[in-house]
């Protein structure tokens, strides 16, 4: 199979797709990858060694994640993603794609996204998953409460996909998980200028990292499991 159809715009026709648009626009997709690319995803995704979300590089990836994150960030998904949160042309924003291979406890508050983010995507990588709720995606009727939930959790396995219009209500989250969680995430941006100011932000956290993993993975390790930012 070609790359060009890793991530295909037709599979979100899926009879199991829900999209929702009330208390917030999201959709969550099941199986939007192909079995026989399980290899190969595994094999090309970033080997980072500390914690968080970083901003991508081609040269930390394989053929088959560069591959995957073009198919994510081209107009055609763009179109077929906006179309269904209610957003127009959402392919003339530009998008910034960060990627994460881990977790510390302190990650998953809950929080709306920036409002520099028109909307989210998510796209899970994870072989397989502990049979607990930490560390699964959460949308949520509240920012006080992470069992608010406005549909079932989505565990980050193999081919899950979420995305949500950035909304004062997009509230989603998780429960404290600390190990392996690899997600690709795509933001579109309501400015260049906000993708450049994010990128730089990013890169800044993962070379503070890269020195002081140990710190970052002591801060907010016992976190309340409702914990919650603004943005």
Request: proline share 6%.
């Amino acid at each position: 199979m070609s790359t060009a159809f890793l991530l295909d715009p037709a599979r979100l026709d899926r009879p199991d797709t829900k999209v929702l648009h009330h208390p917030f626009p999201f959709m969550v997709a099941h199986g939007q990858l192909p079995d026989e690319w399980r290899g190969d995803l595994d094999r090309d995704f970033p080997r980072y060694a500390s914690a968080g979300f970083f901003p991508y590089e081609a040269s930390d990836c394989g053929p088959s994640i560069n591959a995957l994150i073009a198919n994510m960030t081209a107009p055609a998904f763009a179109s077929a993603v906006g179309q269904r949160l209610g957003i127009d042309n959402l392919g003339q924003y530009p998008t910034l794609v960060t990627l994460c291979r881990l977790l510390n406890k302190r990650h998953g508050t809950i929080h709306t996204d920036s409002k520099s983010k028109v909307a989210t995507a998510l796209i899970y990588l994870n072989a397989q998953w502990p049979d607990t709720s930490d560390g699964c995606l959460r949308f949520l009727h509240r920012i006080d409460d992470i069992d608010s939930i406005v549909i079932p959790e989505l565990a980050p396995l193999y081919g899950e996909f979420a995305v949500f219009k950035r909304c004062e209500n997009s509230f989603h989250g998780h429960l404290p998980y600390e190990g392996e969680r690899r997600v690709i995430q795509v933001a579109w941006l309501t400015s260049e200028e906000e993708k450049l100011r994010k990128t730089k932000r990013g890169k800044f956290s993962r070379g503070f990292k890269k020195l002081f993993g140990k710190l970052d993975t002591r801060l907010g390790a016992g976190r309340d499991r409702s914990a919650s930012h603004p943005d």
